[in-house]
T-cell receptor, first 106, second 114 residues
Framework: RKEVEQDPGPFNVPEGATVAFNCTYS??????FFWYRQDCRKEPKLLMS???SGNEDGRFTAQLNRASQYISLLIRDSKLSDSATYLC???????FGKGTSLLVTP | DAGVIQSPRHEVTEMGQEVTLRCKPI?????LFWYRQTMMRGLELLIY????????DSGMPEDRFSAKMPNASFSTLKIQPSEPRDSAVYFC????????????FGPGTRLTVT
């Protein structure tokens, strides 16, 4: 079983829609969780850390569910500029998921 | 502030040649990471240094790969001899302190081995 799994997508959504991604992990000892964004042919950039109590940054909300071992990212009022690949990262062994591709269309 | 700096940005070489990739981490960061990204395998951690000491090199594919960090402001990843299957984008990232903290990536080196 892979340590970190993400639905690769692509998720095609219209501008203004709400979209959510999940990322499951297998190592229950993991202590840190992050979401990164990667644009085509660019480096990954930190989007947000994921805290146990959940956290929000503008239109983005991250949640952690330790019991079911997954993290989620919710994007509200999606913009064209949100089109990218979103990578979840689970600490401990620095496992990156392969990413979920999001395309926001006009 | 300068981010992570990598050089070269692109490298094309022939099979069997030695390739050296360079990285300058963000000043003050204690941790440095080398990754490789391909379409097939995604982003893979190759090696991780903390305070210039290699902590985990279990991701280094084989003896052809070696990495050094002689000081806090410089690291190299060397492939000798290179093979076509090494073609990938190699990222260097640095972070404040260890694997449980955020990382900041350099722009990557796109390596093509023919």
């Amino acid at each position: 079983r892979k340590e970190v799994e993400q639905d690769p997508g692509p998720f095609n959504v219209p501008e203004g829609a709400t979209v959510a991604f999940n990322c499951t992990y297998s190592n229950s000892a993991s202590q840190s969780f992050f979401w990164y964004r990667q644009d085509c042919r660019k480096e990954p950039k930190l989007l947000m850390s994921v805290y146990s109590s959940g956290n929000e940054d503008g239109r983005f909300t991250a949640q952690l569910n330790r019991a079911s071992q997954y993290i989620s990212l919710l994007i509200r009022d999606s913009k064209l500029s949100d089109s990218a690949t979103y990578l979840c990262v689970v600490g401990y062994a620095l496992n990156f998921g392969k990413g979920t591709s999001l395309l926001v269309t006009p | 502030d300068a981010g992570v700096i990598q050089s070269p940005r692109h490298e094309v070489t022939e099979m069997g040649q030695e390739v050296t990739l360079r990285c300058k981490p963000i000043s003050g960061h204690n941790s440095l990471f080398w990754y490789r990204q391909t379409m097939m395998r995604g982003l893979e951690l190759l090696i991780y240094f903390n305070n210039n000491v290699p902590i985990d090199d279990s991701g280094m594919p084989e003896d052809r790969f070696s990495a050094k960090m002689p000081n806090a402001s410089f690291s190299t990843l060397k492939i000798q001899p290179s093979e076509p299957r090494d073609s990938a984008v190699y990222f260097c990232a640095s972070g404040p302190d260890g694997i449980n903290y955020e990382q900041y990536f350099g722009p990557g080196t796109r390596l093509t081995v023919t």
